[in-house]
């Protein structure tokens, strides 16, 4: 992850400057468009919803006129996954009834064609996803993964923002589970954290979930972003 993204994103004093932020980074990495927001109505969004995205805006009004928040599949299938997903993905496709394909089609008329979807879980935020256009040319796939600590990063930045978190009880991370959230964002696997670290490709695996059971998120990518946030990790100790 190019920590300069995260610094950043941790000096932004309004969501309009993280959306700014994001956006050049996303385009720069062959993206077209993108939507980093709650599963609400995006024209009507309640207290706390997180709302970046630079869809054409005949789109989102048309989304928004049509309720298409309540039957979106791409909402919908991010609900129920923890991994991204590609709406192209035969498997993706597969699952959708002739009125959520015709939202996908509708979407492709607009210029919002293939892309990728992040799921955003997380026990104390409306459901969340960002999902990514890919450009005419394409996008190199490790430039995908990028997108994936930026968008997390993002979220979490600009919803603590929006709710002006101050949370008066934090986790607090065993020194080991930190280390291996820092190894993880760096991206090292189980059995690479367990090489470095002395210990047990199991013992790894778990020592990451326990790190995630104490933050109710659902990814690992998300952890390491609430440690950060909090205070558990320095960026310095992972971008050095």
Sequence with gaps: MPW????????????????AIFSREIRARGFSHWACTSHVDPLNPPNGAVMMFDYPRPWVEHFS??????RDPVFLTARRQALPFQWSDRVFRRGLDA?????????????????FTIPI????????????????????????????????????RARRLLLDLTPPKKPVLSRRERQCLELIAQGKDDFAVSVILGISEHTAHNTVRRAMQKYGVATRV???????????????????
């Design 4 to 19: 300069s993204f995260a610094e950043k994103c941790e000096k932004a004093r309004s969501v309009e400057d993280i959306q």
């Design 65 to 70: 006129a049509q309720g298409y928040a309540r």
């Design 99 to 115: 009125g959520q394909a015709a939202i996908l089609n509708e979407a492709n008329e607009a210029g919002i064609g293939d892309g």
């Design 121 to 156: 879980h997380a026990p104390d935020a409306l459901p969340a996803s960002c999902s990514l256009v890919i450009g005419p040319d394409g996008v190199d796939p490790l430039h995908v993964r990028e997108a994936h600590w930026f968008a997390v990063f993002a979220h979490e």
């Design 222 to 240: 998300q952890a390491f972003v609430r440690a950060l946030s909090d205070g558990e990790i320095k960026l310095e100790d992972v971008a050095s």
